[in-house]
């Protein structure tokens, strides 16, 4: 069983930047690819991106990609994703979520197991 807390959200004006962290209990942390997902008022929640294990592949939806990144340390037992030039589409709940099964990254809901409570991210115009 893992518990994964996310934190770091807030208000932020457009084109504006924020890290999200998410921290996982227990002491098999790297052994979870991890996925960054979120959800807008009346949408369905949607991938962002994800990481590998180790932390050496990275994958990303067209519309963050070369705006969010997306790292790891698993000494920490903590996933990072660090939002830069923030637009008001950005805004959602974003979620962490593990998957103990696979390596590689999934960009499905259904793939991942183990989720985290969310953090609200909010971006003005």
């Known amino acids: 069983q893992v518990q994964l807390v996310e934190s770091g959200g807030g208000l932020v004006q457009a084109g504006g930047s924020l890290r999200l962290s998410c921290t996982a209990s227990?002491?098999?942390?790297?052994?979870?690819?991890m996925g960054w997902f979120r959800q807008a008022p009346g949408k369905e929640r949607e991938f962002v991106g994800g990481?590998?294990?180790?932390?050496?592949?990275?994958y990303y939806v067209d519309s963050v990609k070369d705006r969010f990144t997306i790292s790891r340390d698993n000494a920490k037992n903590t996933v990072y994703l660090q939002m830069n030039s923030l637009k008001p589409e950005d805004t959602a709940v974003y979620y962490c979520?593990?998957?103990?099964?696979?390596?590689?990254?999934?960009?499905?809901?259904?793939?991942?197991?183990?989720w985290g409570q969310g953090t609200q991210v909010t971006v003005s115009s």
């Open positions: 979520a593990a998957d103990r099964d696979r390596n590689t990254v999934v960009p499905r809901t259904n793939a991942y197991d183990y």
């Open positions: 227990g002491r098999t942390f790297s052994s979870y690819a």
């Open positions: 990481i590998s294990r180790s932390g050496s592949h990275t």
